[in-house]
Structure formats: C-alpha cells, structure tokens
C-alpha cells in the first residue's frame, strides 16, 4: 500500500517472521488487515508490502516520513496489543531491521 507522491527522505523497517504452525489463522489475518487500514491512517505513513518466501519466511517492509513516526506507529496502542498477540500466538520467530536515510539507486528504463 502506497501514499502516493511521497519520494523523499525516509525511515525504513524491515520485518522478517515466520509463523507458528499451529497459529489461528483467521485471527492473524483479522489483526493484519487492522493493522494495515490503522497504518495506513497514521501521520508519517508512506508505504508498505508484504512478500512471503517458498520456505514460509515473511518479510514486511514499511517507510515512514521519519523515525519519529515509525516509532509512534510502533507505539501505537492498538498496534502494540497486536504485537503481544503475536508474540503470544502468531510468531515462531521474528527480527526487525530499521534506519533512517537509507542509500537509494534507482534505474528506470524510461528515464
């Protein structure tokens, strides 16, 4: 999902997870599509996509306008609730990478 006509600085996070086997489905997929309109909703939001691995790792990858957004979305009360429950039932594991002025190359064909 994309706000559009945001390219400048930015801050990035990377999520990388794997699911537990015996997760509630239906549950994750309720909370994901919460937190997804919430984001969307939430000042300093830019971006974010979510690509699933052949050997079920996840990786999510959100901008933001700068650190201080991403760490109120992080915050977030809703958004924090969310994170316990997936620490309690949703996750085997995960790792989170952030940093703010990431190194941006960008080629088009058409340019």
Not at 9 to 36: E, I, Q
Not at 68 to 94: C, I, L, M, N, P
Request: charged share 30%.
């Amino acid at each position: 999902m994309n706000r559009a006509g945001q390219d400048a600085a930015m801050y990035l996070t990377v999520f990388r997870s794997r699911k537990r086997a015996d997760m509630d489905a239906a549950a994750y997929r309720a909370d994901a599509a919460r937190m997804a309109d919430l984001a969307l909703a939430q000042p300093g939001f830019i971006s974010y996509k979510t690509f699933e691995a052949e050997d079920g790792e996840t990786v999510t990858i959100s901008e933001w306008d700068s650190e201080f957004y991403a760490r109120e979305w992080a915050s977030h009360f809703e958004h924090t609730a969310v994170q316990k429950r997936g620490r309690d039932g949703y996750y085997e594991d995960y790792t989170v990478y952030s940093c703010d002025r990431p190194g941006v190359r960008r080629f088009s064909k058409g340019a």
